[in-house]
């Protein structure tokens, strides 16, 4: 079977507890190349956790994460050695936090935020990473002017902006964020959304995108799982889930959104 | 042995034996940082007790001990280490370079080629180089152990980007045997290259941290860099103004109070040498 037959995540009945309780329990799912997958659920359902367990960032204590590398075929990646489970996150993995000051340094300027994980991974001229850090600022529509600017001085937005492209320059296969445009105004938001989708498309990336706003993977989510108490409760494509939701709770979550 | 009612060396023989397992690992391991239980000595930290605790750890009684403080054997810190080791070790001392079997330093290495025997002691203040990005000891840990460097070309790229070069002038970041990531303590990066391949051992004490760390005879070190920005040591319009040198470190001391200034050899050591050939070679 090669590749394309085969999701680029493979996600079995993934448990984790803090002490007695499930954060999140027997989660299981595909992703596809440039799928786009929403995880939905109100604050404390699990989400978060999840997401560190796809992300190689919180070991599951059941369950499996399998990878398709692009070369090596099939890995669980917890049986992977931490350097190369590291190196990973560096290449073919992406994380945008919410919070910015998780995702950046604050102290070095946006150039080399962008610019790191080209040096993480051998990059050695200094021409080239620059060239590469104004054309990722460029894409992510911040003003080439603020290359050598620290990202203290950014906006909510840019800041979430330079987040991404600090991730995408190193072409990474999945990007995972969480609550991405958490604490951004209505209309930096959508700026965003926008920006995210194009990215997305072109790139035909793959993400998994945990929010607790349902008009986010509305625009984004090819796909839904939607959580409660750490458990998946209702998953399928999103414009069913969301227009014909079937169990109890995603009725609650959706009629909630209407009403807001 | 007891000198003026001090062990040997001012140390305890078991302290000395820790720290001399400490430096065996150290050297074993190039440019690794061992931590190692620290022992009170009589001097605040600021005064180089990571040196001195290695000083005092390898010194034996037939060594010949020289002392240097930016380049010169007559500072007072480097006065006042020189009489420590002379009263609580009995040995002797030098402001020769070549006579030397220790050469305990600050801030220089001797412009006269170290050779095979002689053991280069560093003061060290800050031991880690990724600790300027990386907070964390355990992240700072786990970044030496999977070789994960790329945050110290990040540091590089600010300098271009800031001022078009790289500014970093001391304590210049190196990678030693091509593989453990060093801080050289703060000596000009002019001195960089003679860390590499260089016949004498060299040890580097941190006292406030407790790290000792080492570069064997003949190993490679190597000083950070770009492609398109290699690496380049300070150079200088004029020569020593004492000695003419003009392949030495300068230093820019003030001669008046009109703000008259000339550049003169750091190492003091040096620059004498080289004045006394010439009026040697001027009597002649
Ligand atoms: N590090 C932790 N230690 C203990 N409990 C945690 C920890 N992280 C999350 N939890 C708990 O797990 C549950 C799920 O949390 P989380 O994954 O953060 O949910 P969400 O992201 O959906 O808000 C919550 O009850 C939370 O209190
Ligand atoms: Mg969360
Ligand atoms: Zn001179």
Redesign the interface.
Known sequence: MSAVDQPLLRVESLTRYFGARAACRDVSFDLWPGEVMGVVGESGSGKTTLLNCLSARLRPDAGRVLYQTRHEGVVDIYDLREAERRLLMRTDWGLVHQNPRDGLRMGVSAGANIGERLMAVGARHYGEIRDAASAWLGRVEIDLSRIDDRPRAFSGGMQQRLQIARNLVTAPRIVFMDEPTGGLDVSVQARLLDLLRELVRELHLSVVIVTHDLAVVRLLAHRLLVMRQGEVVEAGLTDQVLDDPQHPYTQLLVSSVLQA | MNTGGYNFAYLDEQTKRMLRRTILKAVAIPGYQVPFGDREMPMPHGWGTGGIQVTAAIIGPDDVLKVIDQGADDTTNAVSIRKFFAKTAGVATTTRTEDATIVQTRHRIPEKPLHEGQILVYQVPIPEPLRW?EPRETETR?MHA?S?Y??M??R???D???HGRIATSYDYPVQVNDRYMMRPSPIPKFDNPKMDMNPALQLFGAGREKRIYAVPPYTKVKSLD????PFEVQSWDQSCALCGAGDSFLDEIITSDRGDRMFVCSDSDYCQDRQAARSKEAAE
């Open positions: 990005l786990k999977l994960e790329g945050i070309h990040v590089l790229y600010e271009i980007a800031t770009f492609d398109d920005y």
